[in-house]
C-alpha cells in the first residue's frame, strides 16, 4: 500500500511570497496515494524535520515528498532526516519549488502556482515507483600514491605520510625537487631556495612511511577509488641505488659529455651524472644515449673505478604493480617556449634567455658558479632588460592567462641582479605588475626603491645585435615615447605552461584538463584540490600557474583530502547505478564505448535455453565506477540498462503526470 | 608553372623596372605568366583606409577573373599581394562575406584561387636547385642584404608564408643564385612606405636606419620585393645620407634584377639604370657586369 505523506515548504517568503503553498496543499490532498499534507515555514530547520519524523511514525508513512528547494540544496539533509527514523532515504523525492518555480516566475504567481502544483504532482508519481536503494561498500587500501616529486608532491608525501599513511611517491627524473631546486632565492624573503628545500627532501628519503621510486614514470591506473591498480614503470637507471654511496667518483672520470637539463643547457655534465649536488637520491644514472658503453661498447670507466660495484650496465626496466586508494597528481610545469617570438631573437642571440635560465646563471651551483656573465662572451653584464608577459596574458602568440608569479621573480631577479653585480641597472619592460600576495608588494617597492630597478610600462617591439650589444626597441607608454635600451644581457619571464605531457598524463589517471593542459578541479571555487575522478587530487603547478607558497598550502590541502579518503576502512557507494536486466540484454555492447567512467564490460553468463546451458555475452556494470549519468541507457537498444532510481518506468511516470 | 599574372599598377609605372626584370627571367625559371585581362587596381592603401567593403571589393574582382582563368594569382608587389590575399582569406573565411563582396565587385569570388607572392613562387616553386642551375658563378663574393619589408610576411594568417619575425626566403635566394646574403637587423623594419610624401621626414629617418644596419652588416647592395620599399630606399637615399650624415652608397635592387645578373641577362634588360642610386660601378667593380 502506497502511502506518501507530501511536505511542502514556504521557504520563509523565497516560495511562499510567489506560489500559493495552502493551494498547492489543497490539490496534492487530492494527488493519488498521498495519505498526509502539512505546510512548513523552514522545512529544512528543526523543528521541520522534526515534523517530517513525526508524520512518517504517526501517518504510517512509506513514502515522502517535500516541495522545497533545489535537491542540491537538501537533499541529502533529507535523506538523513527520514533514515533517522528508519526510513530508506531513497523513498524520498524532491519538488524543486523554488530555483525551479517562485525564483525563476516571481513575476507570475498565478502561472507560478499552476507550476508548483504540477511539480507536485510528478514528484509523486515518480516516487509512487519508487523501490528501496541500499548503499553499499567498498574497501580502501590505505595507501597513497603522490604522482610528481616537486614541492607539491613532496610537501603532499610528508603530510601523508606523516598523518600515518604509506605514501609511493614517482618521480620521472632521476631526482626530486623538481623547478624549485633549479631556483637560487625564493620571493618573498629570498631564502635560498635548496636550502629550504633540501631538508624536505632528505625527510621525504628518510621516513619510514615513504618509499620513493625516482626515474619511475606511471604506466597505466587502473580501478577505481580506494582501489587504483597503477603500474609504474622504474626505468633504468643503471646504478643500483641499495649499493651506491654518492662517492662521486664515477662521473668525476666519466669522459662523456653532454648538455646539463638542469641547468637548461647553460652547462655540461657527463654521461654518468647526478642532475645537481643535492640530489636525492644522490645515486648517479647513466644517459645511454651518450654513454659509450651503450653507445660502442667501449670504456666502462664507472664500472672499474666504483668502490662498491654499483654500476648495472644490464639493468632493464622493470614494471611493477601496486594497489593505491589514493592518488595525488603534483607534476608540474614547464616554461613557454620562447622561440615563439621572434622579434626577441631567442635562440638567436645567446644573451637573450629566460627567467628559469637567468636563476641558473645566479644560482651558486649553476654553470657559472653564482655569477651572472653573459652566455656568448661569458663577459659581466651592465644593463639587463626583463621582459614580463612573455608568452602569458597573449592570445595570438602564446597563452591567454596570467603565469602569476613572473611579476614577483622579476622584480626579485632585478634585486639579485643589483646585489651581485654592483653599478648594474635592471630595465623592466611591463604591462602591469601584479604582486598580490603577503609582503608582495612591499618586495616590488623594494626593487624599484631600493636597488634602483627601472620600470619601464611598454612592451618590447625588437630586439637586434648590434656591436655585441642587444639593441632593444621598447615604448614608453607612459611617456609615450620610443625607448631603445643597449642591453647586455635579456631575460624573458616565460609563462608557465603545462610539460607537453601533461595530457598523456591525465589520461592515464582519468581526470580532466582544460585547453590549456591544466588539470581540471572539481569546483574552481570551493573544491580547489579535488578533481571531478573520485580518488584523484591535485597539488601544484599541474593545476594552473602558482608560486611555492601557494602551491605548499594546496599540497597540504590535497593531503588532507586524500587523507579522509585513507582514513576510512570502507567507503560507501552511491546506490543510484545502473542494473543491468539480463534477460533482455543482448550483448552488443554499444553501452561500452558511451560509459565516460569506463564502468562497463562484457562478461559472460551462463543460461538455461530448453534443456541446454547456453553461455552467452551480456553487459556487466561496475557499481563502484559507475556515476549513474544515464548515458548508456540511452545507447541501450534493448532497454535492458536502467538507473535505479532514475528508472525508464519513473520517468515515463513523470511524463505521464505531467503531460497526460 | 602558369600563373594568372597579375602585375598592379605600379609594376607599370614607377616600379617598371621590377615587371621588365620579372619577365626578362621568367621564361628562364619556368614561370609563364598569364596576365589577368582587364585587371584592376588592387586599392592599394587608399581603399583600406576609406572603407572596408571597398579595400576586398576591389582585389575580390581580379581573383573572379583569376578564378575564371582556373589559375593560382602571382602578384611581385608586395601590396598588391597582400591586399589581394586578404581577400582570398577573407572570402575563404566567411561565406557571407564572400556573397557581400561579389556582389560590389560585380562576379562571384569563391577565393578557389590561391593568392601567391612572386618571391614564393620563385622560392617554393621553382626552388633553389633551378635557381642555382640557371645561375652562373658572377656573383660570387657579392654581399647582399634581403629586405622584407612589411607585407611580404605579414599578417602571418593572411600571406601564410614564410616567418613574419625571422624570415628567410628571400635570403635562400641570395644564396641559391650565388651571392652572401648578410645577417643583419633590420629586415622586416618599415620602411616608412605611404608616408613618402605626406611626412617625408619619417620615411628619411626610417631609410636611414635600414641602410645604416644594411651598411654595418657589411652589404653591398640589398635586394628587396616590393616597389614601394625600393622606391622609398632608393629615391630617399640621399636625404637620409645628408640627415644622418652617413654615406651609403647602397644600391637597390628588386630580387629579379639580381636573379637576372646572376643569369647572365643583359643588365640593359633589366633596367638597371632606372634607379635613383646607382649601381653599375659597384657591379662592374665586383665583376658582375
Redesign the interface.
Do not use: P, S, V
Given at each position: 500500500m502506497k502511502r506518501i505523506g507530501v511536505f511542502l515548504c514556504w521557504c520563509g517568503s523565497n516560495i511562499g511570497g510567489v506560489v500559493d503553498i495552502p493551494k498547492v496543499a489543497e490539490a496534492a490532498a487530492k494527488m493519488p496515494n498521498v495519505v498526509y499534507v502539512e505546510e512548513n515555514k523552514y522545512t529544512c530547520s528543526e523543528p521541520g524535520q522534526e515534523a517530517i519524523k513525526k508524520a512518517i511514525k504517526e501517518h504510517n508513512l512509506n513514502r515522502v515528498v517535500v516541495g522545497a528547494c533545489s535537491p542540491r540544496m537538501h537533499e541529502t539533509t533529507f535523506r538523513r532526516t527520514v533514515e533517522s527514523v528508519g526510513f530508506n532515504p531513497y523513498m524520498l523525492e524532491i519538488a524543486n519549488l523554488r530555483e525551479h518555480c517562485s525564483w525563476v516566475h516571481a513575476g507570475n504567481p498565478e502561472k507560478a502556482t499552476v507550476k508548483a502544483v504540477d511539480l507536485v504532482r510528478t514528484a509523486v508519481a515518480k516516487v509512487g515507483l519508487n523501490a528501496p536503494l541500499h548503499r553499499s561498500t567498498i574497501p580502501v587500501e590505505k595507501r597513497a600514491l603522490v604522482l610528481g616529486g616537486g614541492i607539491a608532491g613532496i610537501q603532499a608525501a610528508l603530510d601523508l605520510a606523516d598523518s600515518g599513511h604509506d605514501v609511493v611517491l614517482v618521480e620521472k627524473e632521476p631526482t626530486i625537487g623538481g623547478r624549485m631546486a633549479q631556483l637560487d632565492k625564493t620571493f618573498p624573503t629570498l631564502d635560498c631556495s635548496a636550502c629550504i628545500l633540501t631538508p624536505k627532501m632528505v625527510d621525504l628519503a628518510q621516513h619510514p612511511k615513504i618509499t620513493l621510486y625516482s626515474y619511475s614514470e606511471v604506466e597505466k591506473v587502473d580501478g577505481y577509488v580506494g582501489n587504483f591498480d597503477v603500474t609504474i614503470r622504474r626505468k633504468g637507471r643503471s646504478v643500483n641505488e641499495d649499493k651506491c654511496t654518492g662517492c662521486g667518483i664515477c662521473y668525476s672520470k666519466c669522459p662523456g659529455k653532454a648538455k646539463n637539463e638542469f641547468d637548461l643547457g647553460l652547462g655540461d655534465r657527463k654521461a654518468i651524472y647526478v642532475p645537481f649536488p643535492q640530489a636525492v637520491p644522490n645515486v648517479p644514472v647513466i644517459d645511454r644515449d651518450v654513454c659509450l658503453y651503450y653507445q660502442k661498447g667501449i670504456c666502462k670507466v664507472c664500472e672499474k673505478v666504483c668502490p662498491t660495484g654499483s654500476i648495472e650496465f644490464d639493468k632493464e626496466d622493470e614494471l611493477i604493480t601496486e594497489r593505491f586508494g589514493a592518488i595525488v597528481a603534483a607534476t608540474g610545469f614547464q616554461q613557454f617556449q620562447s622561440e615563439a617570438?621572434?622579434?626577441y631573437?631567442y635562440g638567436?642571440y645567446k644573451d637573450v634567455i629566460t627567467g628559469l635560465e637567468f636563476e641558473r646563471l645566479v644560482n651558486a651551483s649553476g654553470p657559472t658558479g653564482g655569477k651572472i656573465k653573459r652566455p656568448s662572451d661569458g663577459e659581466i653584464p651592465k644593463n639587463v632588460v626583463f621582459i614580463k608577459c612573455v608568452g602569458s596574458r597573449d592570445e595570438a602568440k602564446g597563452k591567454a592567462y596570467c603565469s602569476k608569479a613572473c611579476c614577483m621573480y622579476t622584480a626579485k631577479h632585478a634585486i639579485l641582479l643589483d646585489e651581485k653585480i654592483p653599478g648594474s641597472q635592471a630595465f623592466v619592460f611591463y604591462m602591469d605588475v601584479r604582486t598580490a600576495g603577503k609582503d608582495y608588494e612591499e618586495f616590488y617597492q623594494r626593487a624599484t626603491e631600493q636597488h634602483g630597478a627601472q620600470y619601464i610600462r611598454g612592451r618590447v617591439a625588437?630586439i637586434?645585435?648590434?656591436g655585441g650589444k642587444l639593441?632593444v626597441v621598447g615604448e614608453d607608454t607612459l611617456l609615450g615615447e620610443k625607448v631603445i635600451v643597449e642591453a647586455d644581457m635579456v631575460v624573458l619571464a616565460a609563462a608557465m605552461v603545462a610539460r607537453p605531457d601533461a595530457g598523456n598524463v591525465a589520461r592515464t589517471l582519468g581526470i580532466s584538463y582544460n585547453q590549456d593542459s591544466f588539470f581540471t578541479e572539481a569546483h574552481a571555487k570551493l573544491r580547489p584540490v579535488e578533481t571531478n575522478t573520485a580518488g584523484i587530487f591535485l597539488a601544484g603547478a599541474c593545476q594552473g600557474p602558482k608560486d611555492i607558497p601557494e602551491t605548499v598550502a594546496q599540497a597540504s590541502a590535497a593531503a588532507a583530502k586524500a587523507g579522509i579518503l585513507l582514513s576510512r576502512d570502507e567507503l560507501e557507494t552511491d546506490p543510484m547505478t545502473i542494473e543491468v536486466n539480463t534477460d533482455l540484454c543482448s550483448g552488443c555492447l554499444w553501452c561500452k564505448p558511451i560509459c565516460p567512467y569506463g564502468a562497463i564490460d562484457a562478461v559472460e553468463i551462463e543460461e538455461r535455453v530448453g534443456r541446454e546451458m547456453r553461455k552467452r555475452q551480456v553487459a556487466q556494470v561496475n557499481a563502484s565506477l559507475c556515476q549513474g549519468c544515464g548515458a548508456c541507457t540511452v545507447a541501450c537498444r534493448d532497454g535492458a540498462m536502467n538507473l535505479k532510481g532514475y528508472t525508464n518506468e519513473q520517468i515515463l511516470a513523470e511524463v505521464e503526470a505531467l503531460c497526460l | 608553372m602558369r600563373y594568372a599574372y597579375y602585375p598592379g599598377c605600379t609594376l607599370h609605372s614607377s616600379a617598371k623596372e621590377y615587371r621588365l626584370s620579372t619577365e626578362a627571367i621568367a621564361e628562364r625559371l619556368g614561370i609563364d605568366l598569364a596576365e589577368i585581362p582587364d585587371w584592376n587596381c588592387c586599392g592599394a592603401s587608399s581603399a583600406h583606409a576609406l572603407n572596408h567593403d571597398l579595400s576586398l571589393a576591389l582585389p575580390a574582382r581580379n581573383l573572379a577573373l583569376a578564378e575564371e582563368m582556373g589559375l593560382d594569382v602571382v602578384a611581385p608587389c608586395a601590396a598588391c599581394f597582400n591586399r589581394l590575399a586578404y581577400a582570398q582569406h577573407a572570402v575563404v573565411t566567411d561565406k557571407a562575406t564572400a556573397a557581400r563582396i561579389g556582389q560590389i565587385a560585380g562576379r562571384p569570388v569563391t577565393g578557389e584561387s590561391r593568392v601567391r607572392s612572386l618571391l614564393d613562387v620563385v622560392v617554393s616553386d621553382v626552388g633553389a636547385e633551378a635557381l642555382a642551375e640557371a645561375a652562373s658563378n658572377k656573383l660570387e663574393g657579392l654581399k647582399v642584404a634581403a629586405y622584407y619589408g612589411c607585407l611580404l610576411v605579414r599578417p602571418p594568417k593572411v600571406v601564410d608564408f614564410d616567418d613574419p619575425e625571422q624570415p628567410t626566403s628571400l635570403d635562400s635566394v641570395i644564396e641559391a643564385v650565388g651571392a652572401e646574403a648578410v645577417d643583419w637587423s633590420h629586415k622586416t623594419e618599415c620602411c616608412g612606405a605611404g608616408l613618402a610624401v605626406g611626412r617625408t621626414d619619417i620615411v628619411v629617418k626610417l631609410v636611414g636606419e635600414i641602410l645604416a644596419a644594411a651598411k654595418e652588416a657589411g652589404a653591398d647592395l640589398v635586394i628587396t620585393a616590393c616597389p614601394m620599399c625600393q622606391a622609398n630606399l632608393d629615391t630617399r637615399q640621399r636625404a637620409a645620407e645628408s640627415a644622418s650624415s652617413e654615406t651609403f652608397n647602397l644600391p637597390i635592387l628588386y630580387f629579379t634584377q639580381l636573379i637576372g645578373l646572376a643569369m647572365g641577362v643583359d643588365p640593359r634588360r633589366l633596367s638597371l639604370q632606372s634607379h635613383t642610386v646607382d649601381g653599375w660601378d659597384l657591379l662592374v667593380s665586383k665583376k658582375v657586369i
Open positions: 617570438y621572434g622579434e631573437g638567436k625588437r637586434y645585435e648590434k639593441m | -
